[in-house]
Every structure is written in structure tokens, then in C-alpha cells.
């Protein structure tokens, strides 16, 4: 059972990345994915999540607008699109499955699952 975050690099502020959170051992599509961020010294930070029930999807304040999480079943994976990046973004950034909920996610960032992050680094 294994969950990898890839996609991460360094771009120039307002550039876009995209993420991919791809599942071995297990099948993501009845699962709530999210993605939580942590940078260096900070807390961590849950930043979007999608409900596996209705499709909901769950943003933090400061991503709203530029940051789009989906999911694609057929490839056991969900994405992260990021765009507008800015240099507050800069983080390693980690998928996490089956949280509490979705609902509670982006404040308290758990989930049953998660696996090694993928640096994000936005210059300015």
C-alpha cells in the first residue's frame, strides 16, 4: 500500500504545476483524497480535498481560484493543479487518503494514508 506525490519543481511566480497523487496496493475512488502542504519551520497546511461520495471539493482560502483538485479513476490518481503560483506556495506537498472528511481536512490535515511529498519552490 503505497501513495506518491510527484509533479513538484521550481517555476517562476504565476507559472502553473501540476501534481499527481498515483496509488499502488489499493484503489483511490471510494476514498477522500487530500492534499496538505508543509514548508520548513511552518505547521502543516491542508490545502485542498475531494469527496469520494458527491465529488465536493474542498479548498483553503488562500488556493481558491488558482489551485483544482480532480481525480481520474481509471488511472488510480488525483491531480493538483496549481496555478498563479506565488512564493507562499513554496512547500513540500503531500497526498494523504481517507481523512476524518473532507469537511475537516484543511484544518486538521490526516488521513490514513499518505506517502512521501514533492517539493514546490516559487520564485519570485
Known amino acids: 500500500v503505497q501513495l506518491q506525490a510527484s509533479g513538484g519543481g521550481l517555476v517562476q511566480s504565476g507559472n502553473s504545476l501540476r501534481l499527481s497523487c498515483a496509488a499502488s496496493?489499493?484503489?483511490?475512488?471510494?476514498?477522500?483524497i487530500g492534499w496538505f502542504r508543509q514548508a520548513p519551520g511552518k505547521e502543516r497546511e491542508g490545502v485542498a480535498c475531494?469527496?469520494?461520495?458527491?465529488?465536493?471539493?474542498y479548498y483553503r482560502e488562500s488556493v481558491k481560484g488558482r489551485f483544482i483538485i480532480s481525480r481520474e479513476n481509471d488511472k488510480n490518481t488525483v491531480y493538483l493543479q496549481m496555478n498563479s503560483l506565488k512564493p507562499e506556495d513554496t512547500a513540500k506537498y503531500y497526498c494523504?487518503?481517507?481523512?476524518?472528511?473532507?469537511?475537516?481536512?484543511?484544518?486538521?490535515?490526516?488521513?490514513?494514508?499518505w506517502g512521501k511529498g514533492t517539493q514546490v519552490t516559487v520564485s519570485s
Open positions: 494523504a487518503a481517507d481523512p476524518p472528511s473532507c469537511r475537516t481536512f484543511l484544518t486538521i490535515p490526516v488521513g490514513d494514508y
Open positions: 496496493g489499493f484503489t483511490l475512488d471510494n476514498l477522500d
Open positions: 475531494i469527496d469520494s461520495s458527491d465529488g465536493n471539493t
